[in-house]
């Protein structure tokens, strides 16, 4: 759920961008960000994303969104670009195509306490902050206030509230997302991984900070989608802005980041494509598909 740093607008041409690109690629799977990487300044959907998967389809490229968003979100904000399609959620920790999962990790349920009491620790000592219990097919907020729930809403499309979420069995959850109406990195990153060592705990967008398996990556996550698709690095195109987009660098030859992205994200790919505000996903995917190897 990762929100891009603030910074210009790219507007440069996407051919200066590309200059060291080869001039053939054999591509066979794109692997997208959403929030500050595929998705517009506003949020938004680009307009021509049908018809560019379509266009990837013809030529036999796998399109999947790979996102800390929440699986039924995707489904709901992706709609039919990604029926078929695996997809990447919760920072990768599911993984489904259809109606199979193909991956999937989870936190203790001990674990999964001790965030949510630090979490409110932190909101006891003035910090704006609450957490939000992800499942595979559903998530839990106690905080109930219209402002908290309302910015958890934008994310997780099945969202409950309820009573104490210390009351749930705690027994398959996927994250813990903490929302910071501050700023998430300085407010909570370092008590959140101090106060719950067992997990892994990242910066997933500027007011988002994520708990999760210590084995759990969107780099894990695509290399199980490869495996599934019998499809290589060499093959595999990733876009991302944000840290938590670091892993799939490792998995990609053709990995790009975004020209707005965190600058720990520009150190890792090979590529800058376009700003999501100048439609740099799509931009770069034609451009690809314009160098494709004879099959």
């Known amino acids: 759920m990762s929100h891009s740093v603030s910074g210009p607008t790219e507007t440069s041409e996407l051919s200066n961008l590309t200059a060291d690109f080869p001039d ?3 591509l066979r799977l ?6 500050g990487t595929l998705l517009d300044g506003q949020g938004r959907v680009p307009r021509r994303l049908d018809t560019v998967v379509a266009r990837m389809h013809e030529h036999g490229v796998v399109f999947v969104p790979a996102s800390g968003r929440q699986l039924a979100n995707l489904r709901a904000t992706l709609g039919a670009t990604i029926t078929q399609s695996p997809i ?10 259809g109606d199979a999962e193909i991956h999937r990790e989870t936190i203790t349920r001990s674990d999964a306490v001790a965030a949510v009491r630090t979490a409110r620790a932190l909101r006891e000592q003035g910090f704006d902050v609450g957490p939000v219990i992800a499942t ?4 839990y907020v106690d905080r109930i206030d219209e402002r908290f729930v309302r910015q958890c809403a934008f994310y997780y499309a099945a969202l409950e509230p309820v009573e104490d979420v210390l009351d749930l069995a705690l027994d398959n959850v996927l994250k813990i997302a903490v929302y910071a109406f501050g700023d998430a990195e300085s407010e909570c990153y370092g008590p959140l991984s101090a106060a719950v060592p067992g997990v892994q705990t990242v910066v997933s967008g500027v007011h988002w900070v994520d708990m999760m398996a210590r084995t759990a ?10 495996e599934r ?4 690095p060499a093959q595999t195109a990733v876009f991302g802005d944000y840290l938590n987009d670091a892993e799939l660098y490792d998995y990609s030859e053709l990995s790009f980041a975004m020209a707005n992205a965190h600058p720990g994200i520009l150190s890792r790919a090979r590529y800058i494509a376009p700003a999501n505000t100048d439609d740099g996903v799509l931009r770069t995917i034609e451009t690809l598909l314009d160098r494709l190897s004879p099959r």
């Open 217 to 226: 990556s969107k780099g894990r996550a695509l290399a199980a989608v490869q």
């Open 24 to 26: 053939e690629v054999d």
């Open 30 to 35: 794109v692997v997208a960000d959403m929030d």
């Open 229 to 232: 698709l019998g499809i290589n």
């Open 136 to 139: 595979r097919d559903r998530a």
């Open 88 to 97: 990447i959620a919760e920072n990768g920790t599911i993984v489904v195509q």
